[in-house]
């Protein structure tokens, strides 16, 4: 059956994957408890928020200050800021080469969809008659025939050359003459995935990625002058042209454009080489099924975002040039999120239902609030420097201790969270709807430096799971659905441990380092006072577990689930 009309627009309320479906929220309404909020319990709870957390901020402030006995230790690390009065608190490297290229970064991002648009203009999708045919699907939605299938051709291919060239210019910008050994590994492991056997890709693509990993930390991005080095070693050359040469790779290496370091963002790049072969290799083993889409009666133009992600594109798709433009796909090219290519090429044919102007300029909004707090902090916070000045940690109360630890979190977090979606609104603005990865204020790390210290944080954390695990085993949730409340208690106390432990973690990872953070824990378990302090904190924690449980079952209560 066809339809000479419009497709219908879906409602915007049902395109969020966060809503719970149907039969799934029946199921999941029926394990909501009442609201709390009003109960004497989380009263009393309101109470503590209303005096810890402001207790929390001024003490980070009060020995952030001038009058603070290390504060001429630290003072040396921090710089002028722009709030009157103010110095900031810069010192962290990693975040420091984000915030120091914010202005280059917003100038990008505004002339990248820009260009785009006057490249539209120049080229534009091939349009089919405005009254093109739609196919009935079973599902009452409509699904465009043929002739429309070729309009999204076209738009695919426009996107595409532009993506391609567009990358190919980026990356030379960034890496300068380093560009070239991004696009050879670029290429072997293409060459991974189209010519080997298809039982052997997903294993070579994983050995071959993490082996580039180690070789890329260890060579340090392969500079040329050691790579000449290494050459003249081998062939026997005169030693005039020996020091000739080195001269010569001396010089290559240094025009090597703006980020010289090219290996640090490859780090994340790896994940989309692993994704593009992985995801050709289920390709290539499905050839003889039939066609997922019109077997599940789906619209190509308003797939879910797990679809996009778990339905094959068509073979001709994992072609090199789309391939090199996914990879070095500019908005999420330095940091991501991590688009799979089974996803970025739907979207490059579709534009995701998701998109619209209202939520995007909103989420600028959220990335504009996220980045001010950030500034605040380290403009009136000065944990980072105080860590990075290796204090004499006895100085400190135990609560002054534990604000250092805490803040420091906090900081590591926003670190983490703001080029995340900074890259992601960059994509948004560019019509791709990337996965949003950081929703809730946890830590997460992808694909770091190789440091000993984040060798230990993760065997820390894959440790610090399995007493939640055990937990689980010991205390099953079905067997406590008479008990809930005892339960809710239970779960409670489980949680300030998994607290401690991940925070300990995460603090030996990314801030005070091991040797960091044996001096914060004899600081506080050190004492009696330092134990009841541990003791109050411990209450606080649960408090703070407590509320976020309910507003977690607000958001169920809403039909909303996070599934984090």
Same mark, same amino acid.
């Given at each position: 059956m066809t339809l000479l009309q419009t497709p219908p627009q879906p409602n915007p309320a049902e395109l969020s994957p966060n809503r719970i479906p149907g039969n799934e929220?029946?199921?999941? &309404?029926?394990?909501?408890?009442?609201?709390?909020?009003?109960?004497? %319990? #989380?009263?009393?709870?309101?109470? /503590?928020?209303? /005096?810890? =957390?402001?207790?929390? !901020?001024?003490?980070?402030?009060? =020995?952030?200050?001038?009058?603070?006995?290390? #504060?001429?230790? !630290?003072?040396?690390?921090?710089?002028?800021?722009?709030?009157?009065?103010?110095? =900031?608190?810069?010192?962290?490297?990693?975040?420091?080469?984000?915030?120091d290229n914010i202005p280059y970064l917003f100038v990008t991002?505004?002339?990248?969809?820009?260009?785009?648009?006057? #490249?539209?203009? &120049?080229?534009? /999708?091939?349009?089919?008659?405005?009254?093109?045919?739609?196919?009935?699907m079973a599902n009452d939605s409509v699904s465009p025939s043929v002739p429309e299938h070729l309009e999204t051709d076209s738009r695919l291919d426009q996107r595409i050359t532009f993506d391609f060239a567009f990358g190919l210019f980026f990356v030379v910008v960034l890496h300068g003459v380093s560009a070239p050994k991004v696009l050879i590994i670029l290429y072997l492991n293409y060459l991974l995935a189209t010519k080997l056997k298809r039982e052997y890709v997903n294993t070579a693509t994983w050995m071959f990625n993490i082996g580039i990993l180690f070789a890329n930390e260890l060579s340090q991005g392969y500079p040329y002058m050691k790579m000449v080095g290494i050459i003249n070693n081998i062939l026997p050359l005169a030693k005039s042209v020996d020091a000739g040469s080195i001269s010569w790779g001396s010089y290559l290496d240094s025009h090597g454009g703006l980020m010289p370091r090219w290996e640090i963002s490859f780090n994340v790049t790896v994940l989309r080489l692993i994704s593009f072969n992985l995801d050709?290799?289920?390709?290539?083993?499905?050839?003889?099924?039939?066609?997922?889409? %019109?077997?599940?009666? &789906?619209?190509?133009?308003?797939?879910?975002?797990?679809?996009?992600?778990?339905?094959?594109?068509?073979?001709?798709?994992?072609?090199?040039?789309?391939?090199?433009?996914?990879?070095?796909?500019?908005?999420?090219? &330095?940091?991501?999120?991590i688009l799979t290519f089974n996803d970025y090429i739907c979207q490059q044919r579709f534009t995701a239902r998701s998109i619209s102007r209202e939520r995007t300029i909103l989420y600028g909004i959220r990335c504009l609030l996220a980045l001010l707090a950030m500034e605040l902090m380290i403009h009136y916070i000065y944990v980072v420097a105080i860590s990075k000045a290796q204090p004499a940690w006895e100085v400190y109360t135990p609560f002054q201790l534990s604000m250092l630890g805490y803040f420091n979190l906090h900081h590591i977090w926003l670190k983490l969270l703001l080029p995340w979606r900074f890259f992601r609104l960059w994509a948004l603005i560019d019509g791709i709807d990337p996965p949003e990865n950081v929703v809730r204020c946890i830590f997460v790390a992808i694909w770091h430096d190789i440091q000993l210290r984040l060798l230990v944080w993760g065997w820390l954390i894959s440790l610090f799971v399995l007493p939640e695990a055990v937990a689980g085993f010991l205390f099953?949730?079905?067997?406590?659905?008479?008990?809930? %409340?005892?339960?809710? /208690?239970?779960?409670?106390?489980?949680? =300030?441990?998994?607290?401690?432990?991940?925070?300990?973690a995460n603090l030996v990872g990314f801030a005070v380092g091991l040797d960091g953070l044996k001096g914060l824990v004899q600081g506080i378990a050190g004492s009696y006072s330092g134990l009841v302090f541990l003791a109050a904190a411990c209450g606080a924690l649960f408090t703070g577990v407590q509320v976020m449980f309910e507003l977690r079952q607000e958001e169920l209560r809403k039909g909303i689930n996070m599934k984090c």
């Open positions: 929220s029946r199921k999941k &309404l029926e394990g909501i408890s009442p609201p709390k909020w009003r109960t004497p %319990e #989380f009263g009393f709870y309101g109470l /503590v928020f209303l /005096v810890i =957390v402001p207790w929390m !901020f001024y003490t980070a402030y009060d =020995v952030s200050q001038s009058w603070s006995p290390s #504060f001429p230790n !630290f003072e040396p690390l921090l710089s002028p800021g722009w709030i009157p009065g103010r110095k =900031v608190d810069n010192s962290d490297s990693q975040y420091a080469s984000f915030r991002m505004c002339l990248h969809p820009a260009l785009r648009r006057t #490249f539209a203009m &120049l080229y534009p /999708v091939s349009r089919m008659p405005s009254q093109g045919t739609y196919k009935l050709s290799s289920w390709a290539r083993n499905n050839l003889g099924s039939s066609n997922a889409i %019109e077997k599940k009666q &789906l619209d190509p133009a308003n797939l879910s975002e797990r679809d996009r992600i778990d339905l094959p594109a068509r073979i001709e798709d994992y072609c090199f040039r789309n391939y090199i433009a996914y990879t070095l796909y500019t908005p999420l090219y &330095l940091a991501g999120p099953p949730k079905h067997k406590w659905q008479s008990r809930k %409340e005892a339960y809710r /208690v239970i779960c409670g106390i489980g949680a =300030v441990g998994n607290i401690l432990m991940m925070m300990s």
